[in-house]
Every structure is written in structure tokens, then in C-alpha cells.
């Protein structure tokens, strides 16, 4: 990026693809900052902080600097194989405090006003943007009443499948006679029936699901506009509990956005950036919604994600909201995010956490279970119980009686994929790979693909299990269209076959197959671009 502020920014890799500095897993990437004398700028330049931004736009690293009385600086930061494969971006921020004071008060929201520098790299050998999760949910209802109830229904909401960021791999009921049905909007819900309790008698029920998430980052130009919205959409451009688009700060404020950022993408970047502007993070007791949010200015991701649907259908851009389980990068939590309708297709986008980039998309640790609005309307929540009790005589009191206890539970662990921690270094592949493939293939096809796989003299010892993954980017999106896990052989060829789906409307793709062995990710990759015709 050009900047007229008296500060230079060199990245140092070793080495470049396409003019870009490129690293791997293990290596380090080198920072030189040179002031370049007096400009015409009243920022002052002997202190700042360097940001790494990861293609998620997550800060994975934060270094202060000082000149002092020299003109350079340079440090390096090492890179590890658990950091997420892809562009990363550097930030010199030029802070006006004292590097304490913004270490201390500034964390990264994103570019200072005008002034910061920043560059880019690509890193290599990080983990896929696709993992393996299982979820375990139960709930148990307990007759802590005085009397026996009847005809108990239970109905839990199951992760859907929203290809291609998530997909259901398999869902087991317990008990095994639950009912899978889902919605309109795309819910999925169990249901599950017994016929009475006893006083004192539970009832547990719940399901074990296994899912495959992607994470994915949109990149849709800025001018890119809305088309007329099907019948379906256009109820997520009105207002309702809880996301109300009516209100007049809020409307006021969509108005203000819409000056200056005409498009919808331009709109709902602005938008999440005006919501983490706005907003501070206090957790709430119970769902207050966009109103209250845009009111006290203060709520948790779920008046986030409110507020910023809210300020969407204010300016006619269908947006709804999610709910499910999200990594926060020490443990699993509860999480509400937003999706924006765009170009004919739902984009996620996690204000709370990604707003201050302006980021459209979500990361592979984001599971959805709920779409639509759950503290309103028939989705209210991820749990419902009913059940009947005959009116009864207590101590004299006809009629009086307790309810049921209801307890839930849930848990989420990764069962594929990369560790949280894996040596830096790239582990050398077995084998070698050879894939012919065609030059250009049609539009929305499925490219049938075979990959031989050539062991190594060299390798000596087998392995546990092999993976292959293919990654397609049509300049859009990034996305893992297939994972195929085999059983090595070191003594003849292996062969894999692939079906890739292609996208419909970009001129051509990049096709990246990247193999990884005991689930660390390897050296052997190969990559070609592929014309759609």
C-alpha cells in the first residue's frame, strides 16, 4: 500500500511467488522498518506496533517497536505449522502514546485512521481449512413433581448440513427410535417421545453427530450488487423481535453507512466495523436484541450479530442470524454470528469477532446448529419439552403442582484434522505425486481426478494414515471440495480417485492437492490452474 507517512515496511521471506515474500511451517518471516526523515505529516514516528493478521483477519501476533536514536529496525517472527495456511498481512500501526500505553489500551480493530503501513506475505504449510468435529448434546428431564406425567416430548435442534462450509457426516439418536425433521429455513430437529415418568423417574435423550467444517474467506468485489431476491428472502429484509430494522437510531444509522458505501458488500463491511465501533462486549444475562443494543451500546455476540442484521435490512439486504459453537482460541463457547444474502448465496460473517476487519466469512471453528432467530418465532431455542399431568390433590390444594427438572449438556471435540500442536518443522512425504489433469473443464462440471501417489526409496517406516486433500480457489473463495483419507503402501504405487466439483461462474480455478500424513501436513504439494469453459 502507498503511504506518504515517513515510515517504510520491508518483508524479508526466503523466498517469492508471483513478487510475493513466501515462507513455510518452521521458517521465519523477517520485518524491516526504515524511517525515512522528516515528511509532511504530523504523525509522530518513533513508536508504533506491528500486527500479523492471519487470512481470517485474526491477530496471531502483536510487536511493539521503538527507533530511539536510529533511523532502522528489524525483528523476525517464527511461524508454526498450527497457524492457518493462506495470505497474512502486517499492520505498522503509528501509534501517538507510548508503546505501553498502546500496548495496554489498543488492541487490534483494524487500520488506525490513516495512519499505518502495511504488506503482505504467503504462508505455507499451516493447518487446512477443513477439520473433523463430534458433538455430543443430551438432555435429560427428570419427575421431581408429586405425581406422575405423561406423553413427555422432547425436541433438540441437530447441526445442519450448509454445504460447503458444514456437512453432517453422521448422526446417531440415542434413543434410536428419535425423529430427524427440519424446516423451511434449513433446522434440523429431533424428536423424541416417552410415554410417562414416574415420580422420580428421568428420561435422558440426546444425539453423537459428526461433522465436517471448512473455513471460508470471501473475497466478492466491492461493486458486486444484488439481483432481485427470491420470495423466500425478502421476509429477511423486514423487521421483527429483536432485530428491529425500524428502529430510528438505527435507521439513522444504516443511513449514515449507506452515504459513503453504496454496494452491499461496501455496506456490510462498513457495517461491522460501525457495530464493533459501537458496541462494547458485556455479557447479558438474557437475549436483548438490536434495540437494546444500539440504545446502551453495550451486549455479548448476540446483540452483535443483531445489531448488524438489523442495520442490513435497514438498507434492503437480507441478513439473518446464527447460533452454535465457536473456539475462541482456549475453549469452546456458545456463539451468535450473522449471514448477509449476497449474490445469491448466504455468507457468514461474525461481527463480535471478525468486525473490525470487516471479514466475510467464518473459520472452520465455527459449527452452526440454529439458523433464524431463536429468541423469537418457532426456532425461540435449541431445546423444547412438553408434557401433560393430570390435576391432582396436594395437601388439600387442588391443582398445585412443581415442573420437571430439565438439565442439558453438551460437548464438541476435533477427531480429524491437524493438532493443536504439531512439530514446525514439514514432515517429508513418502511418496510423490502424479495427476493428470485436463487444461479446462466446463462450468459447474465434476472433474473426475487421479492422483498416483510414488512411494520414496528413501521411506522406510509405514504410516498410521494418509490423507489427501483438494482445495479449489476461483479467485472468490477458497474451499476444501474434497478429503480423501487411504491406507498407505510404501511398496507400489497408490492410486486415489477424486469427483471435484467446479464453480459456475469464475473464468478459471487453482487447484491445490496437498497430502499430510499421521494428520501433519507434509511437503509434497502440486497445484495447476484449470480454465472453465
Known amino acids: 500500500m502507498t503511504s506518504n507517512l515517513p515510515v517504510s515496511l520491508k518483508i524479508i521471506a526466503p523466498t517469492r511467488q508471483d513478487g510475493v515474500p513466501s515462507v513455510k511451517a518452521g521458517q521465519r518471516i523477517s520485518i524491516q522498518l526504515k524511517r525515512k526523515g522528516q515528511a509532511k505529516s504530523n504523525v ?25 536514536k536510529t533511523n532502522t529496525g528489524e525483528f523476525s517472527v517464527p511461524l508454526t505449522a498450527n497457524l492457518l495456511s493462506g495470505f497474512y498481512t502486517i499492520v505498522v500501526a503509528l501509534q501517538e502514546t507510548r508503546i505501553k500505553a498502546a500496548i495496554d489500551k489498543y488492541p487490534y480493530r483494524g487500520p488506525p485512521d490513516d495512519h499505518y503501513v502495511m504488506g503482505c506475505f504467503r504462508f505455507e504449510g499451516g493447518h487446512p481449512p477443513i477439520v473433523v468435529h463430534r458433538v455430543n448434546y443430551s438432555a435429560t428431564v427428570k419427575n421431581i413433581t408429586r405425581a406422575r406425567i405423561s406423553n413427555v416430548r422432547v425436541i433438540i435442534a441437530a447441526p445442519p448440513s450448509l454445504p460447503p462450509r458444514q456437512t453432517v457426516l453422521d448422526i446417531q439418536f440415542s434413543p434410536k427410535d428419535g425423529q430427524q425433521q427440519n424446516d423451511t429455513i434449513g433446522n434440523q430437529w429431533i424428536r423424541f417421545h416417552q410415554a410417562s415418568l414416574a415420580v422420580g423417574e428421568a428420561f435422558t435423550c440426546g444425539y453423537t453427530a459428526l461433522i465436517r467444517n471448512r473455513a471460508l474467506r470471501y473475497n466478492i468485489p466491492p461493486e458486486t450488487r444484488n439481483s432481485a431476491f427470491p420470495s423466500n428472502i425478502v421476509k429477511f429484509t423486514q423487521p421483527e423481535n429483536f432485530i428491529e430494522s425500524h428502529h430510528h437510531l438505527i435507521k439513522d444509522l444504516a443511513r449514515d453507512i449507506a452515504k459513503d458505501h453504496s454496494t452491499p458488500i461496501q455496506f456490510a463491511q462498513a457495517a461491522m466495523r460501525a457495530v464493533t465501533k459501537k458496541m462494547r462486549y458485556v455479557r447479558q444475562e438474557y ?13 455479548d455476540c448476540t446483540e452483535y450479530a443483531a445489531l448488524f442484521a438489523a442495520l442490513c435490512r435497514a438498507n434492503k439486504i437480507p441478513a439473518r442470524l446464527e447460533a452454535g459453537y465457536a473456539y475462541n482460541g482456549q475453549s469452546w463457547e456458545r456463539h451468535a454470528w450473522s ?43 435449541e431445546f423444547k419439552v412438553s408434557w401433560y399431568s393430570d390435576t391432582v390433590a396436594i395437601d388439600g390444594k387442588k391443582g398445585e403442582r412443581s415442573e420437571p427438572k430439565i438439565e442439558t449438556g453438551w460437548k464438541v471435540k476435533r477427531v480429524v484434522g491437524v493438532p493443536e500442536s504439531v512439530p514446525a518443522r514439514l514432515r517429508e512425504a513418502p511418496a510423490e505425486l502424479e495427476v493428470n489433469a485436463p487444461d479446462a473443464v466446463p462450468r459447474g462440471s465434476t472433474l473426475p481426478l487421479k492422483v498416483s501417489l510414488i512411494p520414496k526409496p528413501s521411506s522406510a517406516h509405514p504410516l498410521d494414515q494418509m490423507v489427501m486433500t483438494a482445495t479449489v480457489s476461483d479467485g472468490l473463495m477458497d474451499q476444501v471440495v474434497a478429503i480423501e483419507p487411504f491406507a498407505p503402501r510404501l511398496d507400489s504405487p497408490v492410486n486415489i480417485w477424486m469427483n471435484l466439483p467446479m464453480p459456475n461462474g469464475a473464468p478459471k480455478v487453482t487447484l491445490n492437492l496437498r497430502l499430510w500424513a499421521d494428520q501433519k501436513p507434509t511437503s509434497t504439494v502440486w497445484q495447476k490452474t484449470i480454465g472453465l469453459i
Open 44 to 68: 509522530k514516528v518513533d513508536n508504533g506496533i506491528v500486527y500479523i493478521i492471519d487470512p481470517f483477519g485474526r491477530m496471531v501476533s502483536k510487536v511493539p517497536f521503538h527507533f530511539g
Open 287 to 299: 437475549e436483548r436484541g438490536a434495540a437494546y443494543a444500539i440504545e446502551k451500546q453495550v451486549g
Open 339 to 381: 449471514e448477509i444474502w449476497i449474490r445469491g448465496q448466504w455468507i457468514p460473517v461474525d461481527p463480535t469477532w471478525h468486525g473490525a476487519m470487516g471479514l466475510l466469512g467464518v473459520t472452520n471453528r465455527h459449527i452452526p446448529l440454529i439458523i433464524g432467530n431463536w429468541m423469537d418465532t418457532r426456532v425461540r431455542q
